[in-house]
């Protein structure tokens, strides 16, 4: 029978290291956490110090909740967009340099059964679309200017359902882990199942659900996706198109 502080004990033990680290996270992020406007943002990137490694200046905007922040490593310019929730567990988030994580996007890598190769990394200059969802349970690893389109969902984890006798809360899981190399685009609601690896340079067309490997520099769509075009250099005979480049600054990077 569960008992009150059973379950206190247990909500507690998910969300950060010890009760103190849990504290200290609730205190800082109650403090700090809902104050707006450029001023907000100095403070958290001063006062976030004490509950989560930071190199450099990180910009974390307001209502982001940071679970397990003693485990959450963030590199210079990083920007935590509102709504954001990063959910550390004993495995680790780090996200790299200049990287932005955009509005509602859940990085989550719940690793409460120990799994050896779990947590979540970002390259550098990448980009996490508005409700995307990590979770990482099998290790996720995204390389250098990956985008990723609103909606987009990046599960390194699966159940196991094959004995009908049994239910499959009961059978465990895989998690053999995602990794998506450099350069890659991940399109609007796509979804990238444990186990892939998506090559460099690569295209995942909206709505696609990627099951299986994905070769360099192609692009892939359906459900399940498969090789749709292979991206050479080529433009071929479609229609004028005014193309923007990115600004020098790093700006306008959706």
Aim: a positive charge; aromatic letters at 6%; glycine letters at 14%.
């Amino acid at each position: 029978m569960t008992t009150p502080s059973n379950g206190i004990k247990t909500f507690v033990r998910r969300q950060a290291l010890s009760p103190f680290h849990y504290l200290a996270q609730e205190f800082v992020q109650g403090l700090l956490g809902w104050i707006p406007t450029p001023i907000g943002m100095a403070a958290r990137g001063i006062g976030y110090r004490l509950i989560l490694r930071m190199n450099g200046w990180a910009a974390i905007d307001r209502g982001v909740r940071l679970s397990y922040c003693s485990h959450i490593r963030l590199a210079h310019a990083v920007y935590l967009d509102q709504g954001v929730y990063l959910h550390a567990t004993p495995s680790g988030i780090e996200i790299g340099e200049g990287t932005i994580v955009m509005h509602g996007a859940v990085l989550h890598v719940y690793n409460f059964r120990d799994l050896p190769h779990a947590g979540i990394k970002i390259g550098r200059d990448s980009l996490i679309g508005e409700y995307s969802v990590i979770r990482g349970q099998g290790g996720v690893a995204i390389g250098d200017r990956v985008y990723t389109s609103p909606l987009s969902q990046i599960i390194a984890v699966n159940h196991v359902f094959n004995d009908p006798k049994r239910p499959f809360v009961d059978q465990g899981i895989t998690a053999e882990g995602i990794t998506i190399e450099d350069d890659v685009w991940i399109g609007a609601g796509a979804i990238v199942t444990d186990g892939v690896t998506v090559g460099r340079g690569s295209v995942i067309a909206a709505g696609a659900v990627v099951t299986g490997d994905v070769p360099p520099h192609t692009l892939v769509g359906g459900t399940p996706a498969r090789v749709l075009k292979e991206l050479n250099g080529e433009t071929g005979r479609s229609r004028d198109r005014k193309v923007h480049l990115r600004l020098k600054d790093g700006g306008d990077r959706g």
